[in-house]
Nanobody, 119 residues
Framework: QVQLVESGGGLVQAGGSLRLSCAAS????????MGWFRQAPGKEREFVAA?????YYADSVKGRFAISRDNAKNTVYLQMNSLKREDTAVYYC???????????????WGQGTQVTVSS
């Protein structure tokens, strides 16, 4: 089992920045690929970014968001810059055996953290 706890969400103005963190406990963190997903009101949950020995990004966040991990701290981060109103969503981190952009590939999920971008 892997337990994931996100933090760092909040209210930010458009054009601003936030850094999300996801702390993992349980099994060896470095063995897992980590991903960030988000779900906006009334929409399906969607892929944002993932990291293992490489990184993947959704087209909508490329050049604005950066995913990173610190295996010594069992933590994955999502640095979000140049935020837009359409980035408003609940952001979830997740762990998978192999890196993927597909939600069903991820076995463990956090509870989510709200990000709200105001104009």
């Amino acid at each position: 089992q892997v337990q994931l706890v996100e933090s760092g969400g909040g209210l930010v103005q458009a054009g601003g920045s936030l850094r999300l963190s996801c702390a993992a406990s349980g099994r060896t963190f470095s063995n897992y690929a980590m991903g960030w997903f988000r779900q906006a009101p009334g929409k399906e949950r969607e892929f944002v970014a993932a990291i293992s020995d490489r990184t993947y990004y959704a087209d909508s966040v490329k050049g604005r968001f950066a995913i990173s991990r610190d295996n010594a701290k069992n933590t994955v981060y999502l640095q979000m810059n140049s935020l837009k109103r359409e980035d408003t969503a609940v952001y979830y981190c997740a762990a998978a055996t192999l890196i993927s952009t597909m939600e069903y590939e991820y076995d463990y999920w956090g509870q989510g953290t709200q990000v709200t971008v105001s104009s």
